[in-house]
């Protein structure tokens, strides 16, 4: 058993809270952080049923992608749906979470899942919506101890460069000091100038952490007063967005892509527009309603896009910019990605020993029935 902290720390590091929208609602809606949590159930709402079922299944926390709450509420009213939805919450003490467009927008998360059903590779957001700043860090280290300052601050997340760690770079040279009166110095004696033989260690880190790893910067240097810059950079190493654009390793008819669409998603909602008359090769798609970015896609080269929640003149517009468009559903092109929570969640359950259960509500079916 753990603490729901430790589940709201997880779902953080994996669908951090930053990259949600402005307008968006995410992280814990019902519970204490401090309550105990022993099963943990994903799903993609939490509807009636769901909540019905973590009652009789004693559940006592629900991790979902759609938030629970989402508009501001004025009352509670226990005779109205919503109302008596959260009265069973409250009175069987289960915690709900959302990661929303956090979770569309993360790495590994809804679009990237959704990506790999439909079996596309050399991926890249389709949209920009967080760039992370960087900042440059240049510290002036003893020699002997360049080592353990490297690594204390590597430790606390400095030195990643996209898929490289501990990037840093050092060169050796002379430090001049002079204690003064009150100084207690780690080498040299008041009011003496010393020449010391150091270390200086250059390496970046996203802003976000830069308390963090001053903080381990200090601890580890053995100085009173380290020497060290922290520089504001115009590099982009971490950037993401809504919706993903990538390609078909075998370029297919379209009617052939439509159909292993509908074979790898969930749903009864397919339906299709035919833009142009090229093998499907390039596709963006934007998981749940997506529509908006359809010109995006169409701009970056896409002959197909896939999304949901699609509109007649939406459509229309489709075949005037000439690009095939497959609307795949809401629930079609964002289920998936509860198996994926569960998957998660799993894993850290047992790299991190919390003794829980995790699982994936596999019950939920499209609101929407094609006859």
Partial sequence: ????????????????????????????????????????????????????????????????????LFRSMKRINTDKPLGRMIQKLLSHNIAV??????????????????????NLTDLKPLTITYREEILK??????????????????????????????????????????????????????DKNEVVTETRIETVFPAKIKNRVIKALLK??????PAYDIIPTQNVYH???????????????????????????PGDTFRFV????????KVALCSGAGVEFLDKASMQGADTYVTGDVKYHEAQHAQELGINLIDAGHFGTEMPVVKTLATYLQNENIKNKWQIEVTADISAQDVFTTI
């Fill in 1 to 68: 058993m753990i603490k729901c902290q430790v589940v709201m720390n997880a779902m953080d590091a994996f669908a951090p809270r930053y990259l949600a929208e402005d307008w968006d609602n995410v992280g814990l809606l019902i519970g204490s952080p401090a309550q105990d949590v022993h099963k943990i159930l994903t799903c993609l709402d939490v509807t009636e049923n769901i909540i019905d079922k973590a009652i009789a299944e004693d559940y006592d926390m629900i991790v979902s992608h759609h938030p629970f």
């Fill in 97 to 118: 979470f959302a990661a929303h467009t956090n979770l569309d927008t993360t790495f590994g998360g809804v679009n990237d899942v959704l990506a790999q059903k439909l």
């Fill in 137 to 190: 860090l240049g510290v002036n280290v003893p020699n002997d101890y360049a080592d353990a300052v490297r690594q204390a601050i590597c430790k606390a997340g400095a030195g990643f460069i996209d898929n490289y760690s501990d990037c840093s770079f050092q060169f050796v040279g002379e430090g001049k000091f002079t204690p003064l009166e009150n100084a207690t110095p780690f080498i040299g004696t008041q």
């Fill in 220 to 225: 580890a240097h053995p100085y009173e007063v």
């Fill in 239 to 265: 950037e993401n967005g809504l919706g993903r654009i990538g390609k078909l390793q075998t370029p297919m008819l379209l009617t052939e892509f439509v159909k292993m669409v509908k074979e790898n998603l």
């Fill in 274 to 281: 035919k833009g142009n008359d090229k093998l499907v090769q």
